[in-house]
C-alpha cells in the first residue's frame, strides 16, 4: 500500500471525503487542469459508496440510448413534478436532469470511470406519470482490482454480508447462475470460472478482485486518480474552512494530532457523506423514535454539515423523512459482531412472504421500493408498532427464494435459527407466541393472504399491481408474480429494521453546489456534494441511483463553477 504523502500548503481546490461524490469532484478537477488535493478522514477510499449497488438514476444517459432505450430529461421532470411537486427544487432539478447525461460522457470519454446500462430496471414510484421501466439506470463496469496492485488495500471492501467464501463479490446477475450452477453446463462453466479467478486472488489479495458495482465505480474512479498523479491525503480530516460567509480561502485539516492549513485559491468542496453517525443531527431531522441502524460509512460523522453550518449556511430539514431507508436484519457474525443486510430486491417481492407489525397484521405492500417500505414502516408505528416488523413466510419460499443473507435452496438454514438471526416454529400459532404477536391475528392474517395467492389480487395493498413489484417477483409464479401462499412448516420470521443507506437533509446549495447562507446567497468558494448537500430529490426515492446520480453531477457542476465556467 501506497505511503501517506506530505501535505501541500496550497492548493487550486481542496476536496474533503473520497467518497463517490468526492473522488468525482477531485477526477474532475485534475481533467481541469485544476491543482487539486483530496483529503480522507480514514485510510481507505469509497465511504459509503463503495458499499453501494453503484447505480446512477440519469435519466436520457447516452449509453442507454445506444441501447435502444428511449427517454429525455422532460418525461423525467414529469415524473419529479408528480413525485415531489412541480416547483420544488426547480432550478437544481433542471440542472441535474440537462447536464447529468454529459457529465456520464465526459467521465466515460477522458478517465477510466465507465458505465454500462441496467437495461430494464423501474423507477420506484413506476405507476406515476413520466416514469421509466427502463433505460434511467446505469451502473458502473466491473473492474479488476489487480490494476491497483498494492493499493488495492486503499478500496473500503463491501459490507462482509454482501460476499460470498469470505470475499468474493457477486452481481445480481452471477446469483442465479451460481445457485444453479450443477443445473447446466453452461452455468457450471461459468461458476467455475468466478470460483478459479477468486481461489486465485486469495493467493495474493485479502479479498477477490473481481469488483462490481458500488466498488467498480469507486475502484474506477480511484484507479483514474492515480493514473492522473492527484494528491490522496488519508487519515486527514477537514475539521474548518478559512474564512467566513464572504469567502471561504482554504481549510485546516487533522492528520493525527497535528493540524494543518491548507489555503485553497479557487474552493473548498465538501463531500464527507452526510449526517448519518452525528447522534444529534439524527435526533433533530429523523423521525421518532430515531432509527438505531444506519448503513452509511462510520466516519460520516457529519463534519461537512457543521462546518458548513457554522459559516451561517443553511440546512434544508423539510424534506420529508431526512433519509433514503431500508429495512435490515441484524446478522450474527461468527467473531461475535453484528452485520446490517438490507433488505433491498432480492426477498420482499417473491411470491410467499409477508411484513406485519406487532399486532399481525399487514401494513405495506411488502414489494414497494425499500425506501417505501420503511416509510410505510414509519406510518403504521404512530398506531401500532411496526419497528421491528417481522417478515413471515413458510419453509417453501425460505428454500426457493431464501431470506435476508440465507441464499436460496441453502442447506443448512437451521443454522440460522440457532445463531438467532431466524425464528422458526411448526405451525404459525406458536411463530406468533415467540414472537409476541397474537396468534389468532397472525393466523387470520395468513389465512386472508393465501385467498389473495389464489385469486391473484391483494385487495389490501395491491401487491403485484405495479412494474417495479413484478419486476422483483418471480415472473414464472401465476397469476400474481409477487403472491404465493405460506402453507408448509415450519414457519419462519425474521425481524426487520429501519435503517437508512443515505441522508437527504444537508446543506442547501445552489445549482453549481454552492453553500447558500441564510441570506440565500451562495457562500463565495463553499460547495458541497453528496450527502453532504441537502437532496435534490427532496427526501423522496424516485429510483435506483437516487443518490450516486446527483453527487458525481452535482461534483461535476462545483469544480466547473469553481474554475469559472457558466454550464
Ligand atoms: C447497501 C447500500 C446500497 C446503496 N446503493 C446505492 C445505489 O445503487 N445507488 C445510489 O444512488 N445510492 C446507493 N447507496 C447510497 C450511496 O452509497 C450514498 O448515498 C453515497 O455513497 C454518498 O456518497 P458521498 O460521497 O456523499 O458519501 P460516502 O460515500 O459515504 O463518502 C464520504 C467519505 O467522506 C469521508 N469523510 C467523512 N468525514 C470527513 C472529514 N471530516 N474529512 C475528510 N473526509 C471525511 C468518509 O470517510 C467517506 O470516505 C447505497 C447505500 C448502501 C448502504
Keep these: 500500500m501506497s505511503a501517506n504523502i506530505d501535505p501541500p500548503s496550497e492548493v487550486d481546490l481542496l476536496v474533503a471525503g473520497a467518497g463517490p461524490a468526492g473522488m468525482a469532484a477531485a477526477l474532475v478537477a485534475s481533467l481541469e487542469g485544476l491543482n487539486v488535493l483530496l483529503c480522507e478522514k480514514s485510510d481507505q477510499v469509497g465511504g459509503t459508496g463503495s458499499t453501494s449497488a453503484g447505480t446512477l438514476w440519469i435519466p436520457g444517459n447516452s449509453q442507454s440510448r445506444a441501447a435502444g432505450y428511449s427517454d429525455s430529461a422532460e418525461q ?99 446469483i442465479s447462475r451460481l445457485i444453479g450452477r450443477f443445473k447446466s453446463i453452461s452455468n457450471f462453466l461459468y461458476s467455475s470460472k468466478l470460483f478459479l479467478r477468486y481461489l486465485s486472488d486469495r493467493l495474493k489479495y485479502a479479498r477477490g478482485t473481481r469488483l462490481m458495482m458500488g466498488n467498480a465505480l469507486i475502484a474506477r474512479l480511484f484507479y483514474s486518480l492515480r493514473k492522473r498523479n492527484v494528491p490522496i491525503l488519508f487519515d486527514a480530516s477537514i475539521i474548518e474552512v478559512e474564512g467566513d460567509r464572504n469567502g471561504v480561502k482554504g481549510a485546516q485539516l487533522k492528520i493525527g494530532d497535528k493540524k494543518i492549513a491548507v489555503n485553497a485559491r479557487k474552493g473548498v468542496v465538501l463531500a464527507t457523506g452526510g449526517y448519518a453517525h452525528n447522534r444529534s443531527f439524527r435526533e433533530a431531522f429523523m423521525p421518532c423514535p430515531v432509527p438505531t441502524y444506519s448503513m452509511s460509512a462510520a466516519d460520516n460523522t457529519g463534519d461537512g454539515v457543521e462546518i458548513g453550518q457554522r459559516l451561517g449556511a443553511v440546512l434544508t430539514p423539510e424534506q420529508s423523512t431526512s433519509g433514503l431507508w431500508t429495512p435490515v436484519s441484524i446478522v450474527p457474525r461468527g467473531d461475535g459482531t453484528e452485520g446490517l443486510l438490507p433488505h433491498l430486491v432480492l426477498d420482499r417481492a417473491k411470491p410467499g412472504v409477508i411484513a406485519v407489525n406487532s399486532a399481525g397484521q399487514r401494513f405495506v405492500n411488502e414489494a414497494a421500493s425499500y425506501h417505501d417500505f420503511v416509510l410505510a414502516m414509519f406510518e403504521c408505528n404512530k398506531t401500532t408498532p411496526a419497528i421491528p416488523a417481522w417478515l413471515i413466510c413458510d419453509s417453501t419460499f425460505l428454500a426457493k427464494y431464501g431470506l435476508g443473507v440465507i441464499y436460496p435452496g441453502h442447506r443448512n438454514p437451521g443454522q440460522f435459527v440457532e445463531n438467532g438471526y431466524l425464528v422458526s416454529a411448526p405451525d404459525l400459532g406458536e411463530l406468533a407466541g415467540k414472537i409476541g404477536i397474537d396468534a389468532l391475528q397472525l393466523r387470520g392474517t395468513v389465512a386472508r393472504y393465501n385467498g389473495f395467492a389464489e385469486t391473484g389480487i391483494d385487495i389490501d395493498f395491491g401487491k403485484g399491481e405495479t412494474e417495479l413489484n413484478r419486476f422483483n417477483g418471480d415472473a414464472d409464479h401465476k397469476p400474481n408474480p409477487c403472491i404465493g401462499s405460506l402453507a408448509k412448516p415450519p414457519f419462519y420470521a425474521l425481524a426487520v429494521w429501519p435503517a437508512d443507506i443515505a441522508v437527504s437533509t444537508g446543506l442547501a446549495t445552489d445549482a453549481d453546489a454552492r453553500v447558500l447562507a441564510s441570506d440565500g446567497k451562495p457562500i463565495p468558494g463553499l460547495y458541497a456534494c453528496g450527502n453532504d448537500m441537502a437532496s435534490v430529490m427532496a427526501g423522496s426515492y424516485p429510483g435506483p441511483g437516487t443518490t450516486l446520480g446527483p453527487a458525481i453531477v452535482f461534483a461535476y457542476r462545483a469544480v466547473m463553477h469553481a474554475k469559472g465556467f457558466s454550464l
Excluded at 441496467?118 to 490494476?147: Q, T
Excluded at 473500503?156 to 446477475?173: D, I
Aim: charged share 25%.
Design 76 to 174: 423525467a421532470d414529469r415524473y419529479l413534478s408528480a413525485l415531489i411537486g412541480e416547483g420544488t427544487n426547480r432550478d437544481l432539478r433542471n440542472a441535474y436532469l440537462r447536464t447529468g447525461p454529459m457529465v456520464i460522457d465526459y467521465l466515460s470519454a477522458r478517465s477510466d470511470v465507465q458505465f454500462v446500462p441496467c437495461g430494464k430496471h423501474p423507477d420506484y414510484r413506476s405507476n406515476m406519470p413520466g416514469a421509466a421501466l427502463a433505460g434511467r439506470a446505469i451502473v458502473p463496469e466491473p473492474f479488476d482490482g489487480r490494476l491497483l496492485d498494492g493499493d488495492f488495500r486503499r478500496i473500503r471492501p463491501p459490507v462482509p454480508e454482501f460476499m460470498v467464501l469470505g470475499g468474493m463479490m457477486v452481481g445480481k446477475a452471477d
